[in-house]
């Protein structure tokens, strides 16, 4: 189901609870929202719908990802970026890396690990930011 966006920083500035395979429907959600924005968004974080859970959704090339309890288990090649977000305006200024490996849950309820470079590494650092209360 498509989710409003949220855009209060009290909201978006808490730091979001482990989640579980009963939490799949928000992430299902999380899909549909990202997919009701695809041409301004290209990932999100369950508290940008209001719900405090560590489950993000992102765009990998073509396909749209959901990630239950991620984490960053290894970066590499730290560079200087700017970027927005659905829920605040403008543009700001961050770091990333240019390489990451994440751990998560899938839908399924599977462990899985990923190396991601370049913007989807990009995405899943500023989601994953989101989960830890980290706006940009």
């Given amino acids: 189901m498509i ?8 909201i ?3 730091v979001s609870t482990p989640a ?8 299902q959600d999380l899909l549909d929202t990202l997919q009701a ?8 974080a369950a508290n940008m719908i209001g719900i405090h859970k560590r489950i993000i959704a992102i765009t990998i090339g073509p396909a749209r990802v959901a990630m239950l309890n991620p984490e960053i288990i290894n970066h590499q090649q730290p560079y200087q970026t700017e970027e927005g977000c659905l829920s605040l305006n ?6 990333r890396y240019q390489t990451i490996t994440v751990q998560f849950m899938d839908i399924q309820g599977h462990r899985q690990q ?10 899943a650092q500023h989601e994953i930011d989101h989960c830890n209360g ?3």
């Fill in 3 to 10: 989710k409003p966006i949220i855009h209060d920083q009290n």
């Fill in 12 to 14: 978006l500035t808490k």
């Fill in 20 to 27: 579980q395979l009963s939490d799949v429907k928000i992430a």
């Fill in 37 to 44: 924005h695809q041409e301004s968004c290209v990932g999100l």
């Fill in 90 to 95: 403008g543009q700001r200024a961050t770091t």
């Fill in 114 to 123: 990923i190396t991601l470079n370049g913007f989807p590494a990009q995405i």
């Fill in 134 to 136: 980290i706006l940009i």
